[in-house]
């Protein structure tokens, strides 16, 4: 849902703010955030490697609870939970 400071007014960097989970929830003040390597090959059906042979790029996500942390530990290849 997009917004403006018309519609929120002070509202607007708190919700600029916010990250989004894997599981689709946003979290603002309490969350983790890491960097992982993405296997290209899980997303595309078409991968060239680059000149060292890598695969990988870098990505950069957020957890917004514990539960979600263990999801991932068990799942860290997992890019979006699909349960929700
Ligand atoms: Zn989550």
Do not use: I
């Not at 960097?35 to 060292?52: M, Q």
Request: hydrophobic share 35%; charged share 20%; proline share 4%.
């Amino acid at each position: 849902m997009s917004y403006t400071e018309d519609d929120v007014g002070p509202l607007v960097s708190y919700l600029d703010s916010g990250k989004r989970c894997l599981c689709g929830s946003y979290c603002f003040r309490s969350f983790v955030h890491y960097l992982t390597r993405l296997d290209l090959r899980r997303v595309a059906t078409s991968v060239t490697a680059d000149l060292c042979g890598r695969m990988h790029a870098p990505a950069e996500a957020f957890l917004c609870s514990s539960a979600c942390l263990q999801r991932y530990q068990s799942n860290p290849y997992a890019t979006l939970w699909r349960d929700r």
